[in-house]
Every structure is written in structure tokens, then in C-alpha cells.
């Protein structure tokens, strides 16, 4: 009787460790992932600011009466900002 108690209480000790150990291992998991998450929340909400605040300056720019056209030079131009941008940012974590 005394060695089911004791057999008992180990085997509920083994069982407290596993699991420890397990919810040690999805919290390291899960942490490189919650910032993955967060940072691409953040980058898209940004991303989307940034774009509503460029058509509302572009509008604004322009006279009521004209027409709302980009030259194929103007677009060039833009798109070589943006991937420049966008290459700036990806050096951003290099170096370290």
C-alpha cells in the first residue's frame, strides 16, 4: 500500500515535469512567432497609412479640373523609390 502511494506520487511527479517541459517548449515557439505576427500587423497598418496619406497629398496636388494622370517616367521614377525603400528596410536587421 505504502509503495502504490509512493509509485503514485512519483508517476504524478513525472507528469507535472512533462508538462513543464512541454509549455517550456511552445512558449519558446511561440515567441519568435508572436513577433512575426506583430511586426507584419504593424508593417501593414502602416503600410496602409502611408498609402492613404499619399493618395490624399497626390489629390490635393492636383487642380479640380485636371485629370489624375502619372506620366510612364513619373511611374519609373516612383517605383525605383519604393524598391529603394523597401531595400533600405531589408538591410535594416544586416550588420548586427
Do not use: C, H, W
Amino acid at each position: 500500500m505504502i509503495l502504490e502511494r509512493r509509485q503514485a506520487r512519483l508517476e504524478k511527479i513525472k507528469l507535472s515535469e512533462e508538462r513543464t517541459i512541454m509549455k517550456e517548449k511552445t512558449m519558446q515557439k511561440s515567441g519568435p512567432d508572436a513577433r512575426m505576427k506583430k511586426t507584419l500587423v504593424i508593417g501593414a497598418l502602416l503600410g496602409t497609412f502611408v498609402g492613404v496619406a499619399a493618395a490624399y497629398v497626390y489629390l490635393q496636388n492636383i487642380q479640380s479640373d485636371e485629370e489624375a494622370s502619372i506620366t510612364p517616367g513619373d511611374g519609373v521614377k516612383l517605383g525605383v523609390l519604393v524598391f529603394g525603400l523597401l531595400r533600405s528596410i531589408a538591410s535594416l536587421g544586416e550588420g548586427k
